[in-house]
C-alpha cells in the first residue's frame, strides 16, 4: 500500500469513527471486535508475508424488552490491505425467542453446523479452520432462517433447524441458485463438554460457461454433507485439557470449478493449559481426501489427500492480548509445505 493510499485509508477511518461513535454511544454495549496481525512464512515459496488476517467491528445489543437481539459484524481487513477495497459483512442477524425452548435467527450468519464452522477465529487456537471445514462450508456464511429448539430441564438436547440460501461462498461467476436443509443435534455432558451430529443437503444451480462447457443450459448439484463432532473440556485432574475433533463425509461442491467430489476429513485438536499459566500448547491434525470429479467421464479411481500436522503455542501476556506461534507440516497430495507464522491478536471494546 502507497504512503498516499495509506494516508487516505487512515483519514477515512478516523472520520467514519468520528462520526460513528456519538450514535453508537446511545448503546450500553458499544462497540467490540479484535484484529489479527500476522507473518508468516513459507518453505516451499521461499517466502515471507505481514497481513492484518481479520479486523473485526461489532456490536450486539437487545432491542426490545422481549429479548429481541440485533448483531452486526464487520471485517474491514481487506480495506485496510487494499485487497477488495472493500468491507465485508460477518454477522447481520435479528434473533427472537418464541418461548422458552425455541428461537429464531434470520438473517446472515454462520452456517450451525457442527463445532469448527461456528466456532470462534477469537477463540480457535490454530490460525484457521481445518482444511475439512472450509472446503465443505466455504467462508462458513449463509443467508437465511435457523430454527433452534433448546431442551430444558430433564432433556438439555440443542436442536438446530435451517433453510438458507446455500453457502455465501458459492454465490459467484456463473451461479444461478441454490437452497440448502440443514440440521443438528446437540447435547452436553459434563463441565463444558458437547457431542453432537449434523447433516446438510443442497440443491445447486449454475449456468453461463460452466454449463455450455457441458451442452447444457443449467447444471444442477446436489451435494450432502453428514458431521459428527465433540468437545471435551477437562475437569478435575485433567483441568485445562481440552480436545476438540470432528468428522465430515459427503460430496464436496468445489465452487470454483463447478464440480462434485465424494469426500470425507477430520480433524482433532488437543490443547492444555496448565494452572494459573498463561500459556496454552496445541497440536492439531487434520485430513481431507476427495476423489475426481464424479460427473466426469474418465475412467479409474484417482484421488487427493490433503494432511496437515500443527504445532502452536499461545501466549496471554496481559488481558486482550494474545501472541500466537505456529508451525505446520503440510502434504497436499504429495506437494510438501512448512510453514512458520507468528500472530498478535488484540479483542477490544
Known sequence: MSLHRLISVVGIVALCIAFALPAFAQWDPGVEGYGQFRYEYSDEAADGDFDIRRMRISWKDEVNDVGTMARVQLDIADL????????????LWVWHPFTPTWSARVGYG???????????????????RAKATTSFFPSEKCLGVFATFEGQDTSNVI??????????????????DAE???????????EGSVAGISYMTSDIEVAGAAAAQSGSSSLNFEPDVFGAHVRYQGTGNVAGLALQAEYFDGDWYNHKAHSLYDADGWYATLEYTPMNSAVTPFYRYDEFNYSWDMQATQTGSSSAE??????????????????????????????????????WQVKYK
Open 306 to 343: 490433503y494432511s496437515r500436522h500443527t504445532f502452536g503455542v499461545a501466549y496471554e501476556p496481559f488481558a486482550s492480548n494474545l501472541v500466537t506461534l505456529q508451525v505446520e507440516d503440510i502434504d497436499d497430495a504429495g506437494d510438501d509445505d512448512t510453514t512458520v507464522g507468528i500472530q
Open 180 to 190: 440448502s436443509f440443514v440440521a443438528s443435534a446437540e447435547i452436553p455432558f459434563g
Open 110 to 128: 454462520d452456517v450451525m453446523f457442527g463445532k469448527d464452522v461456528e466456532y470462534s477465529s477469537s477463540s480457535r487456537l490454530p490460525f484457521e
Open 80 to 91: 485496510l490491505e487494499g485487497e477488495g477495497q472493500e468491507i465485508d459483512p460477518k454477522d
Open 159 to 176: 436442536v438446530d433447524l435451517g433453510v438458507i440460501d446455500g453457502m455465501d461462498a458459492w454465490h459467484r461467476g456463473d451461479f444461478e
